[in-house]
T-cell receptor, first 114, second 115 residues
Framework: NAGVTQTPKFQVLKTGQSMTLQCAQDMNHNSMYWYRQDPGMGLRLIYY???????DKGEVPNGYNVSRLNKREFSLRLESAAPSQTSVYFC?????????????FGQGTRLTVV | AQSVTQLDSQVPVFEEAPVELRCNYS??????LFWYVQYPNQGLQLLLKYLSGSTLVKGINGFEAEFNKSQTSFHLRKPSVHISDTAEYFCAVTRLYSSASKIIFGSGTRLSIRP
């Protein structure tokens, strides 16, 4: 099983450029998430999608947009990249079950904005 | 809303010594609690989770955590650590039985093991 797949793994952008981070899961989960990880700040939620067709802002949504394309895919778009968006981005998915709602994570995208 | 506080940003310990990583949470509703581990340059993987029942939860790699409702804590412990436990550890919380709930993470605790 692939689990959660993120592309690309690494990216360097110039300030003002745009890009889309792709995420796909093959576990038939309803919920998907985008987090950013910065040193000393843990994982901060950017956006999440509780189900296909719905998206909600997390803790740090400014400068980002998302699209829940279908149940499998959840993309994150930076319209005009800024150096403050240099970070490691993680996509995750989860499903409510009697055994819990644990999240499964992708391997991350390391983004540098210069 | 839920929140998580990890009280130590870094914990250095000697190999084969015991370790405790502290986590406190805040929530007005019942929650699930988790501990995740992140090895260098990797994603996060689940160590253990608490839903209900016994307050002592056992996870992978010899880790366990104890849920304390009165102190709103969920501390992670291991009686004897190994070099391979060097990683960053994250405590997380989400609402119980809610498909629309966010999963909120703490700021992480970096565990470094000295030989």
């Amino acid at each position: 099983n692939a689990g959660v797949t993120q592309t690309p793994k690494f990216q360097v952008l110039k300030t003002g450029q745009s890009m889309t981070l792709q995420c796909a899961q093959d576990m038939n989960h309803n919920s998907m998430y985008w987090y950013r990880q910065d040193p000393g700040m843990g994982l901060r939620l950017i956006y999440y999608s509780a189900s296909e067709g719905t998206t909600d802002k997390g803790e740090v949504p400014n400068g980002y947009n998302v699209s829940r394309l279908n149940k499998r895919e959840f993309s994150l778009r930076l319209e005009s990249a800024a150096p403050s968006q240099t970070s490691v981005y993680f996509c995750a998915s989860s499903e409510v079950a009697e055994t819990g709602t644990e999240a499964f994570f992708g391997q991350g995208t390391r983004l540098t904005v210069v | 809303a839920q929140s998580v506080t990890q009280l130590d940003s870094q914990v250095p310990v000697f190999e084969e010594a015991p370790v405790e990583l502290r986590c406190n949470y805040s929530s007005s509703v019942s929650v699930y609690l988790f501990w995740y581990v992140q090895y260098p340059n990797q994603g996060l993987q689940l160590l253990l989770k608490y839903l209900s029942g016994s307050t002592l939860v056992k996870g992978i790699n010899g880790f366990e955590a104890e849920f304390n409702k009165s102190q709103t804590s969920f501390h992670l412990r291991k009686p004897s650590v190994h070099i391979s436990d060097t990683a960053e550890y994250f405590c997380a919380v989400t609402r119980l039985y809610s498909s629309a709930s966010k999963i909120i993470f703490g700021s992480g605790t970096r565990l470094s093991i000295r030989p």
